[in-house]
């Protein structure tokens, strides 16, 4: 059952606009909450509302981006550079979003910051206001959004929070604790990336919501709202008829030809500091000390796209990143070897396929990860069910992935355990964990995820209608 009309808010859209030399254009959006939604909402009746990924400054080119988006069903929330700085580099990126991956030390807390997200949220209320009919049904995204339901009276309110959700303690430290949490009540539905998230979320109601109460999250909707996990996906055919494609082929077969006779180690992430970085280069340093066998026969691949890079915490780990691998790379390269390649750059989807095809092991460290698509992505690719796959025990995903080799991120010396045992698997060993792996990833994509969704939502309003029939 899918509702007739769908809106999805977040703050980001799934295309990003560009000035070129003669007016805009638009490119796919990167992360993980662009990705998956993205191969939902070519469905009909949807749209989608959020920040087009550019500051325009007059009214004439605030047409032009309209018109640019409008057949692409997208509708722009324009946002000054001082609302942007405030909202996404100030609240969002430099309070929510540490806090809620446990670095309350990269947490600045600035009243402005908040005043800024109240303001954007508020903006945000606007256009959902001007657009939204109230029969449709309005699906808010992420934690960058998180007062939006205060500004908005709509009575089909639906919230889906992609990122980890801390423990009660951890979300009692942000002084507005009460007013995130009273505004996203407004919703007769959340929910969560995993039971973990669900749980906290529902402590930190408890003690902090003021109109918070046990009924809440009673399963049975009429009594307040509806909070569940259910974990995204990814549309995992498209991924794997990707890797399919004779271009993408020869371009697996170009990797293979340039690392000859190395195994790859691939890693693909956003510059973030909560994805472990660091931690998983410390780890490939101390593997080739600790094993010289693989010097010559081994290489990390780091595909890393730019993301926050005006957030000071942002540039900083850009630069201690950039220094490891320098140094890596100096202490062990030789003529014909380059230990890391570090890539500071977007790919496309075919690329990114071709990577994961030719890689031997994907790495995935996230010291706290909502969930990480990823590993989920690594999997789709593997056609010939080879491949292994180390996931940290901190992301969403390993609950799901529990064929993964798993891994403590902060545990170094663990990691390289790990890395050695995936490099010498036995292939029968690397054929069972990698066919259930698989098993998982198409047996749940990102459209059962919807209809699961879709289907809680009838249910809660079936409920709803029955009690006020009675
Ligand atoms: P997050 O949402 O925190 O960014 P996820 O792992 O869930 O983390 O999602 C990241 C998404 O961004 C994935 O779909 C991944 O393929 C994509 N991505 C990450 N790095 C790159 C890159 N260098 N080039 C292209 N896509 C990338
Ligand atoms: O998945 C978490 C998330 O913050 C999403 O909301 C977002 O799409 C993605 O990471 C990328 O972040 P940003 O939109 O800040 O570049």
């Keep these: 059952m899918k509702p007739e009309n769908i809106y999805i808010v977040s703050n980001r859209l799934p295309v990003t606009v560009m000035r070129t030399e003669n007016g805009f254009t638009v490119t796919q959006s990167n992360g993980g909450l662009a990705t998956a939604l993205g191969s939902v909402f070519h469905q009909q009746n949807s749209y989608w509302i959020g920040w087009p990924g550019i500051i325009v400054d007059n009214e004439k080119e605030e047409q032009l981006v309209k018109e640019l988006l409008e057949p692409l069903r997208c509708i722009p929330v324009f946002l000054s550079q001082e609302e942007f700085d405030g909202y996404y580099n100030g609240f969002s990126n430099a309070i929510l979003w540490p ?189 080739l000390k600790d094993f010289p066998q693989y010097h010559e026969k081994l290489v990390l691949l780091m595909l890393v796209v730019p993301s926050r890079s005006d957030v000071p915490s942002y540039e900083e780990h850009k630069r201690k990143v950039d220094e490891l691998v320098g140094n890596i790379n100096s202490e062990y390269a030789s003529l014909g070897w380059r230990p890391v390649h570090y890539y500071y750059q977007q790919v496309n989807r075919d690329t990114l396929c071709a990577y994961y095809a030719a890689a031997d092991v994907c790495l995935v460290t996230s010291l706290r990860d909502g969930l990480n698509l990823v590993s989920k992505e690594y999997v789709a690719c593997r056609t010939k069910n080879n491949g292994v796959l180390i996931l940290s025990e901190m992301a969403g995903a390993a609950e799901e992935l529990t064929y993964a080799l798993k891994i403590h991120p902060y545990d170094i010396k663990q990691m390289v355990v790990a890395i050695a045992y995936a490099l010498e698997m036995e292939k029968s060993e690397e054929n069972v964990r990698m066919t259930a792996l698989k098993k998982k990833v198409f047996g749940y994509t990102v459209f059962d995820w919807l209809d699961t969704i879709f289907q809680e939502v009838f249910c809660m309003y079936e409920e709803l209608k029955y009690s006020f029939e009675q």
């Design 99 to 287: 806090l809620f991956h446990y670095h309350p030390g990269h947490c600045i807390f600035d009243d402005e910051y908040w005043l800024a997200y109240r303001n954007v949220n508020s903006k945000f209320g606007s256009v959902v206001s001007a657009h939204v009919p109230q029969d449709a049904f309005l699906w808010i995204h992420d934690y960058q959004l998180m007062l939006l339901p205060f500004y908005i009276n709509h009575s089909n309110l639906s919230y889906f929070h992609h990122i980890h959700f801390p423990s009660q303690e951890v979300f009692g430290i942000i002084p507005w604790r009460s007013d995130l949490l009273d505004a996203l009540l407004k919703c007769r539905h959340i929910v969560f990336q995993t039971e973990k998230d669900r749980v906290n979320f529902k402590d930190a109601c408890l003690k902090y919501a003021s109109k918070a109460h046990p009924d809440l999250f009673n399963t049975h909707s009429s009594l307040g709202t509806k909070v569940s996990a259910h974990p995204i996906s990814i549309d995992a055919f498209d991924f794997s008829q990707t890797v399919q494609k004779n271009a993408v082929q020869t371009m697996t077969r170009e990797i293979h030809d340039v690392f000859a006779n190395q195994r790859i180690i691939l890693s693909v992430d956003r510059l973030d500091y909560s994805k472990g970085i660091l931690e998983r280069l410390e780890a490939f340093r101390l593997l």
